[in-house]
């Protein structure tokens, strides 16, 4: 095993983490505040590449123009979601919480099916293509490119959550959620804000990884799954334990992958979710 | 408060600890009854056999994950990993060594036990939802694993060979539904009458107790641990059974459908559809789902596979936005408001 492909599973690895961590920390940051997994996360994701597959096939909009706009609009359908779905469920027995957005992960999932078939689809010529060479790795511009700007996404994200007034808003609505609104934050309007916020992230995610992955109506269920394993790790309602653990999980997928057998990448994954959970089971880096 | 405990205390002794039914339950129970064991003869057609039969079979499975989880308040949704050990034992035993699938049943009933103590006793201690993710990884896993090992068809499955020689033996029925139907109905109202026990013993209080007021349970002696596990014991076992039926049915052991989490999804659906926690609910789920893909398939063709699915899916969270406690709750409600008006 050469050195040179250890270094090329590393470079692919960090950079699908980077997409993984920012699928990751829209689910955990719902999570965080209202202690309500999304099962559907994954279809939004589907959701964002078909969007982004449709802006460009029909509007002929290159995904890196379309980005905001599909960010804006699974932003959009986040506080739809909470309004019309979540808020429903808060006080409903958890059983009837997992329920309620598996039904709605099954529908969205059988619905993209219905409307627009199980085929594979590709973007075909996108304005970034093809790869470069730094010394003897090849690195896939598209990757490069989404990498980047999720890492972007989430520095920006950080950024908000720590820094301005709305975003500390959000952090103690996770935190306690009866002395937030005592305070006067108004914690409902917070909780709509995180799903926008949350499907915002997984708009831009999609967007990027709609470059150079298939698009199709299954392609959320495994992002999902390992979405679930992030923030496990990281911990529920981390965001910065989203980050690390995604790019944990992108360089174990690959490097499992590429030292073990890259069948069994994906559960090499999952294994090391069961080790974490069952060690600490508040994730390596507990709760933000 | 005192005198409050007191009189909770008068009134769960005074409770029969096994209630007469009241007449019009046993009238209806008696109806159910003969109506299913009759039906094969009052309807004649394959398909309206097949329909039951897969209603029968599904019931049993959604019955099997309300085992865990509205007794013991686990959410699992990797439960497709018994349904396969149920149809990998019984096809693998026949397919490589002739040994007949009425062993081969056994077999899944003990390997899926086993595989649950496996499973469960690292993972029924964690909570709420990492219980359930930690569920829905190895069930993928599973999957990926099986899809990937050669003695057992890896991907493609294996074929049961046809065998004419002795029906009951191997099986198998060729001319006629009718046997699959009656099969099916024994196991699944043996399933069923292991549950309506289940939940009249002691074992079956506990579990309601430590679903309920885990806290409060452990502080009363009861080991939750040991008690999760075996709930999720036999759940195991009673998925493994409609496995074992399921592939001598269909005779095509295909690891895409059997272990695919949309089984573990499905039984959950029925379940909470119908109302999880209670006896009848996952029946009465399984006989509103089951119609609903059967008879989408037929009129929507090949593209019907996904409008059920649609309907499922909004239904299911209709059903957990406004009445979490399932459909029949719905019943129960209008009964006791009659009774409540009566008197």
Known sequence: MSRDLIMQAVVSGLLMGLIYALVAVGLSLIFGLMEIVNFAHGEFLMLAMFAAFWLWSLGGL??????????????????????????????????????????????????????????????????????????????????????????????????????????????????????????????????ALGWAIGLGCV????????????????????????????????????????????????????????????????????????????ARPNGLFGRF | MASDQARMLEFAKSEPAWPRPPLWSMGLGLAVAAFLLAYPFVFTSPFSHHLVILILLYALMAQSWNVVAGLSGQISLGHAIFFGIGAYSSTVLFVKYGITPWIGLVVGIVLSALAAVAIGVPTLRLRGHYFAIATLLIGSSVQIIVQRWDWVGAASGLYIPIDRTSPWLYLQFHTSKIPYYYLALGATVAGYGLVWLLRRSRFGFRLQALRDEPDAAASLGIAIARHKVLAFMISAAMMSVAGTFYAQYVLVLDPERLLSSEISIIVLLMTVLGGSGTLWGPALGAAILIP???????????????????????????????????????FEEGIRRRKGGAT
């Open chain 1, 203 to 278: 708009g831009v995610a999609g967007t990027m990884l709609s470059t150079f992955y298939y698009i199709f109506p299954d392609v959320g269920v495994n992002f999902a799954l390992l979405a679930f394993v992030a923030v496990a790790l990281g911990g529920f309602g981390s965001i910065l334990g989203s980050l690390v653990a995604g790019v944990l999980i992108g360089l174990v997928e690959s490097l499992g992958g590429l030292l073990i057998d890259p069948s069994y990448k994906t559960v090499i994954v999952f294994a090391l979710y069961l080790a974490v959970v069952i």
């Open chain 1, 62 to 191: 290159d995904p890196l123009v379309s980005l905001p706009l599909v960010a804006a609009m699974l932003a959009a359908a986040g506080a739809l979601v909470h309004l019309g779905i979540i808020r429903h469920l808060l006080n409903a027995p958890m059983l009837a919480q997992v329920c309620g957005t598996f039904g709605l992960a099954v529908a969205l999932r059988a619905g993209a099916q219905f409307l627009w078939t199980p085929d594979f689809r590709t973007i075909t010529n996108p304005w970034i293509a093809g790869r470069v060479h730094v010394g003897p790795l090849f690195i896939g511009q598209p990757q490069l490119v989404a990498g980047a700007i999720c890492l972007l996404a989430f520095v920006a994200l950080w950024l908000f959550v720590t820094r301005t007034e709305t975003g500390l808003g959000l952090q103690a609505t996770a935190q306690d959620r009866q002395a937030a609104a005592v305070m006067g934050i108004p914690t409902e309007r917070m909780s």
């Open chain 2, 292 to 330: 609903l893909s059967e008879y989408s398939r037929i009129w929507f063709g090949g593209t019907g596979r996904t409008i059920d699915l649609i309907i499922y899916g909004v239904l299911i969270l209709a059903v957990c936005m406004w009445r979490p406690s399932g459909i029949l709750s719905l």
